[in-house]
């Protein structure tokens, strides 16, 4: 690490928070999400069954949580570049226990629906403010670091959480899981009241009347690299999203996996994990666009080849698994570096565009990832080839941003607003 890098990791916490605690406490905070969407997986079945739940519409609880997390990051990214991101966190981090403590005890599934979309309402400003906290810290390449670090815990989250719920399952029903979750945002709002420093600059804070958000709100849908890296980020998601909607009903009923279901989950999200430690190391001396466009390359390819797998019918479930996980570990590289280059721009106003990145990419995405798993016809064929659409919709949405050329910006930065 440079003398420069130790002396900026230096300025950063107050008395007694290391860097180190800054990375793990927003690793904690972003893998919150990934947390609430992939513990519960092992559940749906008895929970639907407890609830009477029709077979496809078990997945709405992920969905209800996304729209949810997407709609409130539009309050929550503003209110952080007013308030702070700590008061923020405290606030969103409250609202999520009440939404797990509902979902602990819904009666019917309407009941536990309207508990997801609270959580995820919640869940927001950890999101939020965790990106805009990292982004009112570092910048560029370093940024890039950064958030591949954190992204690291971000992509293991998914990799262990479906052992814990069937953990969980093991000794309490399918309501456990719940509780759990809960629990894990109980601990998560300690963390933060009692060793969080604020982040904002006092001179970086702005107003939150509808002018100043609206100009800022203007300022991430006008930035012609924050836009085109928004359009690619939401098609790489929507992949992710309609992986994690199948997933469980492509391995426990298609393949019939009941018991070995979060190892196979597992082994395939623990590339993504890899990855993006790869990338926290090799960003800062290739760049982000190297690392990111070689990666959604990769992505593409594999998705493609997955799918003439899957056309020709000799698809089985080790090269599901194989070329899956393929996949997964160039989406690794891809997340952290575009959200990067979308958010570089918008500096001055890292809450509310950050808050615009995650409501478009959070809201489109799932929505196209869940489109994909209503789509479930007790074959992974749905799932196959809808990824393969979303990552060439995604190569498209880079290309027409950097002019047809990749691995290098094809354009200048648009000037920030003054404050």
Same mark, same amino acid.
């Given at each position: ?24 406490l927003a690793a904690a905070l972003m893998a919150l999400n990934a947390v609430a969407t992939s513990m519960m997986l092992p559940a749906l079945p008895s929970m639907s069954e407890a609830l009477n739940v029709a077979e496809n519409d078990r997945q709405l ?22 308030i702070g991101r700590r008061p923020t966190l405290l606030i969103g981090l409250s609202l999520y226990i009440v939404g797990g403590i509902y979902s602990t005890f819904a009666i019917s599934y309407e009941h536990m629906l309207a508990a997801r979309v609270l ?43 479906p052992f814990l719920g069937q953990v969980v399952l093991w000794f309490a029903p399918w309501q456990g899981v719940f509780a759990a979750l809960t629990l894990f945002g109980v601990l998560l709002l300690v963390w933060c009241f009692r060793r969080l420093p ?21 300022? $991430?849908? =006008?930035?012609?690299? %924050?836009?085109?890296?928004?359009? &690619? ?7 992710? +999203?309609? #992986? ?65 797998? $899957?056309? =020709?019918?000799?698809? %089985?479930?080790?090269?599901?698994? &194989? ?7 160039? +989406?690794? #590289? ?86």
């Open positions: 690490m440079s003398a420069a890098s130790n002396l900026r990791h230096e300025r950063v916490p107050h008395p007694g928070l290391s860097f180190w605690e800054i990375i793990s609880v992920i969905t209800a949580y996304m729209v949810g997390l997407a709609f409130a990051s539009l309050f929550f990214g503003p209110l952080s570049d007013t959580q995820g309402i919640g869940a927001a400003a950890p999101r939020v403010a965790s990106i805009s906290m990292i982004r009112d810290w570092y910048s560029g390449r370093e940024m890039g670091k950064v958030m591949s670090l954190v992204m690291v815990a971000f992509q293991i989250a998914p990799v262990i959480a604020e982040s904002l600059d006092a001179a970086n804070q702005r107003p939150m009347v509808l002018h100043s958000i609206l100009e800022a709100y203007k300022l $991430a849908l =006008t930035t012609r690299v %924050t836009v085109g890296y928004i359009l &690619a980020m939401t098609f790489v998601f929507a992949c992710l +999203f309609a #992986f994690i909607n199948s997933a469980q009903q492509v391995f426990m009923e298609r393949y019939q996996l009941e018991d070995l279901f979060p190892v196979v989950f597992a082994a395939i999200s623990i590339a993504m994990a890899i990855s993006s430690y790869l990338n926290s190391r090799m960003v800062e001396k290739y760049g982000l666009r190297r690392m990111s466009h070689m990666a959604l390359l990769g992505f593409c390819a594999t998705t493609l080849l997955l799918a003439a797998v $899957a056309a =020709t019918g000799s698809l %089985t479930l080790v090269t599901f698994i &194989a070329i899956q996980s393929l996949s997964m570990f160039f +989406f690794g #590289f891809i997340g952290p570096n575009f959200n990067t280059m979308a958010m570089e721009p918008l500096g001055r106003v890292a809450g509310a565009g950050s808050a615009m990145i995650g409501f478009i990419t959070t809201l489109a995405g799932a929505l196209l990832g869940a489109g994909i798993g209503k789509l479930y016809d007790g074959t992974e064929l749905p799932l196959i080839y809808g990824v393969a659409l979303f990552s060439i919709l995604s190569l498209i949405s880079v290309l027409v941003t950097e002019n047809g050329k990749l691995f290098r910006p094809q354009f200048e930065p648009q000037q920030q607003p003054s404050k």
